[in-house]
């Protein structure tokens, strides 16, 4: 990174050709940053891809359309199973290989969409905690649902799907995993850049209006009830995605993998990076794949005794997690994502050449960044800092 | 410094952009090609990753934390032990075992991680005694892709034992077909007028168990099956269910926090059904560990179950026992403190067998071979067409506190449940294999 913002080597672009062409710039540098990594951290750069998928769109829906869901963890299992159902289905109808892939992968979003419909439904109606509460249920609810139709969702074994091998014509240039991670990376960008499109979009505004202060956006004519839902099922829909990319990389999916912990983890990667900010999603789920191994990394490192060891083990995160929430939202209530934007305009004042837009974006307002992001009805300007 | 570029100079710096970023990733993508096995030299001679000339790195998963790890943390303590003292006495062929032991909490999604970074980060010899049914089933296709040895896996289940399909799989325990079997027989031969039900746990584990029972009762012989789900720690509506049937034998395919659950429930409804268990959930000084010291001996007296280790006054516990005094810190000495023992002591004679400069091709032959005898009540039933390691178990009941074998010891060969006579290893060389 030179701090340059990166389109400005494109200043004859803008609007949605910006967007579609940075996504391809970036998309590219991922997949041939993957040439640098060795198989495990590929495997951990698609799973930080396959969470992207889900925190871009919670970051969408609770920051921009102001609506808190704990249950992504759900919506992402939705996904996985409509994944492996899916796949499986197929496998025993003899299809592999890509088509199975991609058919396996629309049935994981049209399911999460449609879970993420009848939950946005029900949203529209709801506010604040109540909405929390029943996106909540629907997390608790998981293994419930897996036990009791275990002849399909196999209980807390969960299902096995078919392993998708390297194609042919890579075989001899990459590995399983950097396959897995080139997967994982063109799925996310495809979300994410369509995120992005929804976010600068007649939608977004409308979500953003919505947030603000719903009265005013209906006295508008925004209709605020079906952006609500729409937020909703787009934000379902990306973490649909994520779901079945998940399933890919790791042949199954189980209610294990898709605790209450796991979605409050989603929450504190969106909050991490920066509410409403896509690239905040990006560092937020990276923060979350990495930091538990740095940890597990360090504690094993340091040669505890082995009962502190086993007590650190698996709950040192979560209390490291915990703090960071706290940090960041005493120290950056915008988030990680908030600091590339700081340093600009400090930047910009201080070499005296003002970038226009940065240098009227408000400073963030800390009624903003709360960390539900629904409480305000206030209606008063609840200015994400991170536009472009 | 402008950032409004002059239309020219952006061209020129697109375009330079671009061919950087291409040459860049050509560049890349010379330094991280993978090695094709076939081109692979060393291929030929065998895969020695994790050995060098002083140790031999092993690796597991293992819940550490979550609803299983009270009744199983202690096994890879245990085996760790046992470790240390090998390798105090020298090792195996002058190498020394280090062995990486990773949480997993019992929870398919985490072993895959820990498993990945077992193989890639790690880069250990093999996986030994990875733990769970549904754990361990999440990275059996990742293990065989890898070609990692993935020895004695901690679990019952017969997906171990697919020597076509996963060559380097080999189970340790009894399957839960056989023990669900021996310990149906076992009530038809002693019981034969009381009603029998099972309650089993939602996965392969529960689903064998209940294969095995109707083996020896028959399909009608099982009054009433109730299935629970670990990640739900409640089973009252079940244990109601059974009572409600009228149940006077209940098998139970629980891991040992379930049993305790399900025998505490119970006593709490003033219900006192004749208990029989699957080793995997039947250890005893576990379960007092769990419903406390006061009660466990009047809830579990008489409670049956199934094991196939040395137990009570051998020789082998003996020496256990003093291994668990020096490198265990004195912990608690129970069922899996024998267990994870057990199965460090048939690792390190499967890595003798393997011979001097051990490769994981040589390891998975002597597995393979029959060749190994472990310390178990009966002989291993490893070979060239079997990856699973007892066909058979012994009967033990709790009496006064005291867990041990019975009389009666079954086994299952072509889907048929026999009575066989134990045949119990002796020690040798003090647990010191390779000599």
Known sequence: MTGRRVPRLLPGLTGTRRVLVTAVVLTVLALGGTFLLDPFRNFQLATAAAYLCAVAGLTLLIGLSGQLSLGHAALMAAGGYGYALTSNALTDAGLDGLPRFLASLVAAVVIACLLGLLLGLAAARLRGPYLAGLTLALVIALPAITSVWSPVFRGDQGLQTAYNPVPTALERLIAVEQWQAWVAILVASVVVTALTIVRRGTLGLRMRAVRDDETAARLNGVPARSVKVAAFTVSAAAAGAGGAVLCFITQSVSPGGYTLAFSLLLVVAAIVGGLGSIGGAVIGSMVIVVLPWLLGAGTAALDLPAELEQRLSGNLAVLVFGALLIAVMLLRPDGLAGLAGAWRRRRARRGGSALPRAATTPPAAADSLDPAGVADTSGHSRTIPIER | ?435
């Open chain 2, 1 to 435: 410094m402008s950032h409004q570029s002059p239309a020219p100079r952006s061209a020129v710096r697109r375009t330079g952009g671009l061919i950087a970023a291409s040459a860049l990733i050509v560049g890349l993508a010379a330094c991280s090609t993978p090695t094709a096995p076939s081109d692979d030299p060393a291929a030929a001679e065998g895969d020695s990753t994790g050995v060098t000339d002083t140790t031999v790195t092993i690796g597991t998963h293992t819940p550490l934390t979550g609803p299983a790890a009270a009744g199983y943390s202690s096994i890879s303590a245990a085996a760790s032990a046992y470790f240390d003292y090998l390798n105090d006495q020298g090792g195996v062929n002058g190498r020394t075992i280090e062995f990486i032991v990773k949480d997993d909490g019992y929870n398919p999604a985490n072993t895959q991680t820990a498993v990945r970074e077992l193989v890639q980060q790690d880069e250990v010899f093999a996986i030994l005694n990875g733990l769970g049914t549904a754990t361990h089933q999440s990275v059996l296709e990742f293990l065989d892709q890898n070609s990692v040895p993935d020895l004695f896996v901690a679990s019952g289940s017969t997906s171990w034992n697919q020597p076509d399909t996963y060559p380097n799989t080999f189970g340790f325990n009894a399957d839960y077909v056989v023990e669900g079997a021996a310990l149906g027989q076992y009530a038809a031969d002693e019981f034969p007028d009381k009603s029998v039900c099972v309650l089993g746990q939602d996965d392969d584990f529960g689903d064998e168990f209940i294969e095995g029972v109707e083996l020896a009762v028959g399909a009608d012989g099982i009054t009433e099956t109730q299935r629970y789900s670990v990640s739900n720690q409640d089973v009252t509506a079940q244990i109601g269910a059974l009572q409600a049937a009228g149940c006077e034998i209940v098998a139970l395919a629980t891991i040992n926090g379930f049993t305790a659950l399900a025998v505490g429930t119970a006593a709490q409804l003033g219900w006192f059904p004749q208990w029989f268990s699957s080793s995997s959930g039947a250890d005893y000084p576990t379960l007092v560990g769990y419903l406390g010291e006061d009660v466990a001996p009047k809830v579990l007296q008489g409670f049956t179950g199934t094991n196939y280790l040395p137990m009570a006054d051998d020789e082998w516990v003996t020496l256990f026992r003093e291994i668990n005094d020096e490198f265990n810190d004195a912990a608690p000495f129970d069922g899996n403190t024998i267990y994870g023992m057990s199965v460090a002591y048939l690792f390190a004679e499967a890595l003798a067998a393997a011979g001097e400069d051990p490769t994981r091709e040589a390891l998975v032959e002597a597995v393979s071979s029959g060749d190994l005898v472990g310390n178990g009540i009966l002989p291993l039933a490893f070979g060239p067409d079997s990856h699973a390691a007892y066909l058979g178990v012994g009967i033990t009941t709790v009496d006064q506190g005291v867990q041990d074998y019975l009389d009666a010891t079954y086994e299952v060969r072509d889907g048929a449940v026999s009575a066989v006579e134990p045949s119990p290893v002796p020690l040798s060389n003090a647990a010191v294999p390779g000599e």
